[in-house]
């Protein structure tokens, strides 16, 4: 059969809506072993040349990553992106059913690129990260809960931060251990961090959420980096051109990085006094700063090769 169906999956909980661009029916399965077992029976009839889900809080990724795994293509999208091209198309009702037929146009009429999705080991590194994010904005809380709290409840809110510094310094020792178990990991990571004002932060973040990197162009790293500055111009009015979108664990973990890096690395301490002497403001510095890192980081591991001031002074942002 001719691959040339495009599917939308609208994904629940409990169930699964599955339907073709420019079909009348449509499919429901429960979203459980047996469904997938269902779908996965379904696709191989249709042969699909494009399978779009949205990113539903974790519930798209066992289905996403079993259907890659039978060789379908597959692209999880942001659901706002969706929800935009919904209401473009004069579409303002909301139904699992209408949910995947939405879903269906779109895969046709955007043809999303499909995404090699994360191993399951790099996945599980993910999910650690982003509960030390979590333990980390807890205990900033506490600490300034602490300050102004009642003496009755002073002493409760003291053992809860000894716990949560406890549970902290546990998942830096477990994500360091994984880091070293892994070959390519490990290798990753000491060319990383052999970038003066790179540390463990950055790095382990970048290995986590940011497998692209080293295998892009400078362009396309900038953009799922969330740094890439974007034109807002109409007509005759010209306005500032601003970053959003990409991955926000890895802006913020760069910014970090930046920040130290103008300090300590004399490639970009130069680099951000340059842009600051030629009138640039301190945001717009700093976000060149960030761009100019993932560039050089990126350049790093596509040639596997250490921090070298000569060499990586070159690249452009």
Not at 182 to 209: C, F, M, R, Y
Request: with cysteine; hydrophobic share 40%.
């Amino acid at each position: 059969m001719e691959k040339n169906n495009y599917i939308g999956i609208d994904i629940a909980k409990e169930s699964m809506e599955v339907m073709v661009y420019e079909g009348k029916e449509h499919w429901a399965y429960t979203n459980d072993e047996k469904g997938l077992a269902k779908l996965l029976a379904k696709m191989k009839r249709l042969s699909p040349c494009l399978i779009v889900l949205e990113a539903t809080g974790g519930y798209e990724i066992t289905v996403a990553a079993e259907l890659q795994s039978h060789g379908f293509p597959v692209a999880v999208v942001n659901p706002k992106y969706i929800r935009d091209f919904a209401k473009s198309t004069g579409i303002l009702a909301k139904t699992d059913i209408l949910d995947a037929q939405v879903i269906a146009r779109y895969a046709a009429t955007v043809k999303p690129a499909p995404r090699v999705l994360p191993s399951e080991e790099t996945r599980k590194l993910g999910v650690i990260i982003m509960r030390r994010r979590q333990i980390t904005t807890m205990l900033t809380a506490e600490n300034n809960r602490f300050q102004t709290a009642d003496p009755a409840v002073k002493a409760r809110i003291k053992l809860h931060i000894k716990w949560l510094e406890q549970e902290l310094d546990d998942i830096n020792k477990e994500l360091k251990q994984k880091v070293q178990d892994n070959p390519d990991w490990k290798e990753k990571d000491a060319i990383l961090q052999s970038v003066p004002g790179v540390g463990p932060n950055l790095s382990i973040t970048l290995l986590a959420d940011f497998p692209e990197l080293g295998n892009l162009n400078r362009k396309q790293i900038a953009a799922l980096g969330g740094v890439a500055p974007f034109n807002r111009d109409s007509g005759k009015m010209r306005g500032k051109r601003t970053i959003w979108g990409g991955r926000d664990s890895v802006r913020t973990a760069t910014y970090m990085a930046a920040f130290s890096a103008i300090r300590c690395n004399a490639l970009f301490k130069s680099f951000y006094k340059r842009l600051i002497t030629a009138g640039k403001k301190f945001k717009v510095a700093m976000v060149a700063c960030m761009r100019k890192l993932l560039c050089v980081l990126n350049a790093m591991l596509k040639n596997r090769t250490p921090w070298n001031y000569s060499v990586n002074q070159s690249i452009s942002p």
